[in-house]
């Protein structure tokens, strides 16, 4: 399994600063408090989320293009080994 962490930054990159994904969504950093490490050991919903990315947004931006945004970094998953192993995702 291989994540596309790079086309997931590339689809962010275009609704949000690279400030924000740095330091809220922690990639390029890792930082364990990031809302990103939050949400992938299930500390948040997501609907938390989305309302908390979204507020990061540029003006207009939708909850789909946040959902596919963040899901392109999944692409390289099969979407059926993806949805048994992790219930509570964007996908």
Request: aromatic letters at 6%.
């Amino acid at each position: 399994m291989k994540h596309d962490k790079a086309g997931c930054l590339n689809n962010l990159r275009q609704l949000m600063s690279d400030e924000d994904i740095t330091n809220v969504l922690g990639f390029g950093n890792d930082k364990d408090d990031t809302l990103r490490a939050r949400f992938e050991i299930g500390a948040c919903d997501t609907r938390y989320f989305l309302e908390q990315v979204l507020l990061l947004c540029k003006p207009g931006t939708t909850e789909q293009q946040v959902t596919d945004a963040w899901n392109k970094i999944h692409a390289g998953i099969q979407e059926e080994a993806w949805e048994t192993k992790h219930k509570n995702t964007l996908i």
